[in-house]
């Protein structure tokens, strides 16, 4: 987990509000992901990058959008937070399968989100 | 909709006892199946996977068996312990996404009571 981190940890914000999550990993990895977790549906893909250049929606991007400053830095925002938004966000990272083989996700600690 | 389903969404196992978690899939084009292992207040981790060319992986106590014509796979835990209880999440990818874009199931929260 070390090798992938998340700030804030925990943020509490009040509906409308702008918030940007951040993710920064020291793996040399090309890509990365945001995925939403909320109990009962399990990880849902919010974007994913393959590269500082190459930006990807994922299932559930409405409401969201996604910086990548660099290939470790990659940032979501949320423009204009609404209570349904309150989750627990993780961020991961991957590198290409080689050899035909698959990525492994590396994922952070997290970040819990409450809108009010 | 819910690509990847997975049940059941809690189990509780006596220490000793097999944990079996189970998971289908719709889409044919997917081809790399990995189960993710999430502690509370961690984000998860790789815990193993299968390809379909194979109908069961073994390492250490976890094991997945996978059954192609009927799109299910599952995951068994022998002698479960109490460290073992955890988040469970079943995923599968596709070359056509590269390989790298992950579906995952709902989850399966595991209690294994000592």
């Known amino acids: 987990d070390a090798d992938v981190t998340q700030t804030p940890r925990n943020r509490i914000t009040k509906t409308g509000k702008r918030i940007m999550l951040e993710c920064s990993q020291t793996k040399g990895h090309d890509r990365m992901y945001w995925y939403r977790q909320d109990p009962g549906l399990g990880l849902q893909l919010i974007y994913y990058s393959f590269d500082v250049k190459d930006i990807n929606k994922g299932e559930i991007s409405d409401g969201y959008s996604v910086s990548r400053q660099a290939q470790a830095k990659f940032s979501l925002s949320l423009e204009s937070a609404i209570p349904n938004q309150t989750a627990l966000y993780f961020c991961?990272?991957?590198?290409f399968g080689a050899g035909g083989g698959r990525d492994t996700q590396y994922f952070g600690p997290g970040t819990r989100l409450t809108v009010l | 909709q819910q690509q990847v389903k997975q049940s059941p969404q809690s189990l509780i196992v006596q220490k000793g006892g097999i944990s079996i978690i189970n998971c289908a899939y719709e889409n044919t084009a997917f081809d790399y199946f990995p189960w993710y292992q999430q502690f509370p207040g961690k984000g998860p981790a790789l815990l193993i996977a299968i390809r379909p060319d194979v109908s069961e992986k073994k390492e250490g106590r976890f094991t997945i068996s996978f059954n192609k014509s009927a799109k299910q796979f599952s995951l068994h835990i022998m002698d479960s312990q109490p460290g073992d209880s955890a988040t469970y999440f079943c995923a599968a990818s596709s070359q056509e996404t590269s390989g790298s874009r992950l579906t995952f199931g709902e989850g399966t929260q595991l209690t294994v009571n000592p």
């Open positions: 991961a990272t991957s590198d």
